[in-house]
DNA sequence: CAGCAAATTTGATGCTTGTTAAAATTTAAA
DNA sequence: TTTAAATTTTAACAAGCATCAAATTTGCTG
């Protein structure tokens, strides 16, 4: 019960643990989800299974934390960037996780399946909770810049439209994860989606901006052809 | 190896079968998808593991019979209603699920759940594709109507509209599964999503007609406070 | 009606996964 | 150096899905 202090002991139990959730990474990012069982990443990492236990815990207090991992980093990539103008602050976190996640794309695709695997089968996680919390609070704080800058009108309540964005951003991300699309179309059906959930009530100046954002975005090819139901159906014909 | 014949032997298969559904949609209704194990379902339903094997398949045949029932069931009850307004129209998967699963909560709930929880895990099912390719079809055909009838722009591509709609639908879907809000105000949520997302591409007249109706849906203390995210908060002290 | 062949159900079993209790070992302090 | 505490390991359990050979039922036929 040390993990806290500075001795010897205390220092190896860090290592071992950093070791643990290094070996945990590669391999959520080679073998995906199913790829992390607990004897596998006993036999990589050299230990046992029930160390894993002593120095992590359970199943889910390991994807939690590779998930706050994820978490930490974002926060930091996303806390300079406040002084923006309002439409980039409430895009600043499409822009910086779809940026985070193409650093590592297999363990950021993972790692955001595991988290997600926290949230179903019935219990409900605070930590999940707040991460998608910690996202809301974002582009609320966007949103209300644009309300401020006078670019939105403010005839549709704010706290909808950042669920309405939340949730949209959150099913891309499933999208992209589960590999119905790559990160690119990802980055784009997310920005795409920000921009039509913002232009329902924007100011007309703004709306023009928002579309022409939009269509900046949309490939030449998209216009008629919906391109998740196209790209959900390229499977098994490419060997 | 009969099943589509009419002997009595055939016969009989078909009502152990049909006894081993009702079963499973009872053992899903009352316990949730954790509940759902081949041993308790064999007990229910008198018969041995292996029998299940036999007459429907392993598990995710098993979930994908209860899916395509629901399914099913889904499209009789859209199909009569194709005459009608074009928001109607581009509403009534939205209306038509939300009133489908209302009638019998808990047992739609895990049904859900469990389609989803095929989709995930890597492996992709084209029978999941199929439903909400279905779905998408729907809204596009909706969004089709708006359009002719001169109440959308077309400033947004229409499949990245229906697509968008199509995301947040079956993101709310989620959050009502999972428990994080009620059948009410999923249905709410889920038509205030499709409501914003049209106007984002609506003439005036129609823009203002929707937001008129995402007015008349909002509870009055739902302006500032975003409901999912405070119905996530209320656990744990109410006994 | 009796017997036979095919199809179906069954009991037993394997395999994988998460999880835990107690023994063995290592570590820090007296 | 001895000793007590903490950590790792050995060993095993429980629960889930999946499957095989044997037993049983069924439908046809002489």
Redesign the interface.
């Known amino acids: 019960m040390s993990l806290a202090t500075d001795t010897l002991r205390a220092r190896n139990m860090r290592k071992r643990r950093a070791r643990l959730l290094a070996e945990a990474r590669g391999l959520l990012a080679r073998g995906?989800?199913?790829a992390l069982n607990l004897r596998e990443l006993a036999r990589l990492a050299d230990v046992t299974v029930p160390t894993i236990y002593n120095l992590i815990g359970k199943k889910e207090d390991l994807l939690l934390a590779l998930g706050a991992g994820v978490l930490t980093e974002l926060e930091s990539r996303i806390a300079p960037a406040h002084e923006a103008d309002p439409l980039t602050l409430a895009a600043a976190v499409v822009v910086e996780s779809t940026g985070l996640f193409a650093e590592d794309e297999d363990f950021h695709r993972a790692a955001f399946?595991a988290v997600?695997?926290l949230?179903?089968?019935?219990q409900?996680h605070d930590e999940v909770?707040r991460i998608y919390?910690w996202v809301?609070e974002l582009i609320?704080t966007g949103i209300a810049a644009c309300r401020a800058a006078r670019l939105l009108r403010g005839?549709?309540?704010a706290?909808?439209?950042?669920?309405?964005i939340m949730?949209?951003f959150?099913?891309?991300c499933r999208?992209w994860a589960?590999?119905h699309y790559g990160i690119d179309e990802f980055r784009r059906?997310a920005l795409?989606?920000l921009y039509?959930?913002l232009?329902?009530?924007a100011v007309e100046t703004f709306?023009l901006q928002l579309?022409h954002k939009?269509t900046e975005l949309?490939p030449d090819d998209?216009?008629?052809?919906?391109?998740?139901?196209s790209a959900?159906?390229n499977?098994g014909d490419s060997t």
Chains 1, 2 share one sequence.
């Open positions: 995906g989800f199913e399946l997600e695997w949230d179903q089968g019935g409900h909770a919390d809301g609320s005839r549709v309540a706290a909808m439209l950042s669920d309405l949730r949209n959150r099913m891309s999208g589960f590999g059906m795409c989606d039509i959930a232009a329902a009530d709306q579309l939009i949309t998209t216009v008629a052809t919906s391109p998740a139901r959900r159906n499977r």
